[in-house]
């Protein structure tokens, strides 16, 4: 797989979601330019944050890496597949 080539992913902001990226981060650090979209449309407070695991990982201690993302997951109100179809299905 080419390393280089510009990746995004975009995933809703739930726990699963995050617990996935934390579990296999050593993996998607090699990916130069791979980014993580986390959003929640329907979130009261932020409706989405970002991150770039090969920049992230340069950047963090290792030590401190699930606590700083957690910081940002918190930012945006979690959601799973269920409740987001919920929501659009009553809109």
């Not at 975009?10 to 296999?24: E, G, L, P, Y």
């Not at 009261?44 to 910081?71: A, F, M, V």
Request: proline share 3%; charged share 25%.
């Amino acid at each position: 797989m080419d390393v280089e080539k510009h990746i995004s992913l975009v995933i809703f902001n739930s726990k699963n979601n995050f617990n996935a990226v934390v579990d296999n981060w050593k993996k998607f650090i090699n990916f130069k330019y791979f980014n993580i979209y986390f959003v929640n449309p329907f979130s009261q407070l932020d409706k989405k944050w970002i991150i770039y695991p090969h920049t992230h990982n340069r950047i963090c201690e290792e030590s401190s890496l699930k606590l700083g993302l957690k910081s940002m997951f918190e930012m945006v109100e979690p959601i799973g597949e269920e409740l987001a179809s919920a929501r659009v299905n009553l809109q």
